[in-house]
């Protein structure tokens, strides 16, 4: 495999503004894109996209486009993403070849954008079960942070406005008030919203059931989600998200939005319970069934880390992935010959 980077002209706008501007792309792909046999582009409002739409066109290669989420026009610059969707950002996924999408909460969203469902495969991220073989022993998390004899319910990702957060803390208050065991731990990075979490949590006097760790990586994430007794993914607007069945290959107990990409699988598999966004008693009761029932969610558990190491293989989306590629290829108007085959 031969790797080319190019050098990004602005980090300012990368870091600040998601804008990711390569050098000599244009004069890359001037040289080279007649080589290709397909390209497989990634996220949906980018300059590298519109490019690549631009000269793939010409040379008649198809392309691929897995938006991964960020195909609505939420949350933030949303007058932005409608210039360039009425621009150019329309022409680059009715122009795709194939769309990706990893559930079917994302296939639905390429549809309410005009997306034909021939052009779109579902097909989910992969997980490295690999990384979960060999887990470390419990308690190992608790004793760093003074947490024995606590019942941990967590969340692990961006502290966001969107990821459902005051639904959550609003529910550990209803727990709180029937048992004074459980802390909320939050793991992750700010994201804009660490101060305002940190308020709510002081105007509902959770000052000593809440415990905020900042961003937590591999591997010693592990080690909060095995001392964890239950994972908790409220947000809104999820087309998959990795952390619950990173929690199910670590044997806990996971509560998913219902609205998610994640909470589709969760209940198709049975692997865990679901709740409807922003219902914070159907959350609240929603952990306290787990905490007060260990063996009904050890067999949810048990069920849907089966799920995930049969479904979300990397062999296995590897080679659907693989087909996709040759579906594009071989219903491209120049049906390119392989120059080597892609399926082995």
Known sequence: MDIYYLRNASNYLAWNHQLFLPLGMGSFLR??????????????????????????????????????????????????????????????????????????AEMRQYEAMGVPVSKIAVIPNGIDAGQYS??????????????HGRKLVTYIGRLNSRKGLDT?????????????????ILVGPDDGYREQVKK?????????????????????????????????????????????FEALLCRRPIIVADDSGCGEIVSEARAGLTVPVGDADRLCAAIRCILEDPESARTMTERGRKYVLEQMDWTRIAAETERLYCD??????????????ILS
């Not at 060999?134 to 947490?147: I, M, N, V």
């Not at 959550?168 to 909320?184: A, C, G, H, W």
């Not at 594009?328 to 080597?340: G, M």
Request: proline share 5%; glycine share 6%.
């Open 31 to 104: 040289k080279r894109v007649s080589g290709f046999d397909i390209i497989h582009v990634h996220s949906f409002r980018t300059y590298q996209n519109v490019m690549v739409r631009q000269f793939a066109r010409h040379a008649g290669i198809p392309y691929v486009l897995a938006a991964h989420g960020s195909a609505p026009r939420i949350v933030r610059k949303k007058v932005a993403k409608k210039l360039f969707d009425i621009i150019i950002g329309e022409n680059v996924l009715h122009d795709a070849a194939k769309l990706i999408a990893v559930s079917r």
């Open 134 to 147: 060999r887990l470390p022993d419990r308690g190992q998390f608790c004793h760093k942070h003074g947490l």
């Open 168 to 184: 959550l803390l609003k529910s550990m208050q209803k727990i709180t008030e029937l048992r004074n065991d459980v802390t909320l």
């Open 200 to 244: 709510m949590t002081r105007q509902m006097s959770l000052q000593d059931h809440v415990l905020l760790t900042g961003l937590i990586t591999l591997p010693h994430k592990l080690e909060v989600l095995v001392d964890s007794d239950v994972v908790v993914y409220p947000g809104a607007f999820e087309i998959f998200g990795l952390v619950p």
């Open 328 to 341: 594009a290829i071989s219903e491209s108007p120049r049906r390119t010959k392989l120059k080597a085959p």
